[in-house]
């Protein structure tokens, strides 16, 4: 399984290959550079034997949603001093220190307590932590994020917190959209991040597209994309009734 020492490029070394040249093509074909799109490779449920994989193949930033499952891969994965990690899940109260400590980035900012938290419990001699707030961009009952018309008002006070650094704005598409409704959901958010620039916050990402909706994404304007199943291949269900796909 473990093909490091073999000259052959193993199955998750080759799709990531695949997967980078598809964003960088994305990129090109919506007319914008084909380095402005950072790939975020969404390893959440898979072992951290596969991150080293995909990490030799030259991939550094990595996307995790399970906290206490993260906790584990950072331990395993200490010799790898230059990996970047992104949670791109829900942060519980009793699980900020943690993340203050080890995260380089969090996608998902829903509420200010939890930024607070962040804000206190990162050690003073690493940088702020970059952070988005995570926008429900469907008003969708079961998905956290804020509201979209509450969005520039809770990064606006995240923005005034010491040792945190709002980087932009991050929605997850509502599921079997359409590509107008992709779209739409999408603009909405180019329009989000506009509105908080002119409200004096310099933010300058937009995190949004995952192996379904990537290159509609990076044609409205996604600076980071989460990609998981696409590098990784298919995680076993956490949920009943997902299972079609
Ligand atoms: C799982 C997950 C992804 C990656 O999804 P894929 O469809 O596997 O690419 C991206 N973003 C978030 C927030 C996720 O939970």
Redesign the pocket.
Known sequence: MNGLKEKTMSVLQQNYQDVNRAVKQAAEAAGRPANAVKLVA?S?TFPADDIREVYAAGQRDF?E?YIQEWFEKTETLADLPDIVWHV??DVQSNKTKFVAERAHWV??IGRLKTARRLSEQRPSEMPPLQVCIEVNIAAEEAKHGVAPDEAVALALEVAKLPNIKVRGLMC?AKADSSDDELRSQFHTMQRLLAELNAAGVEADVLSMG???DMPIAVECGATHV?????IFGR?EQKQKGEGSQ
């Open positions: 969404v959440k996307g949603n791109i899940g996608h998902t997850v995952m192996s379904g989460r990609i998981g199943s696409a995680r």
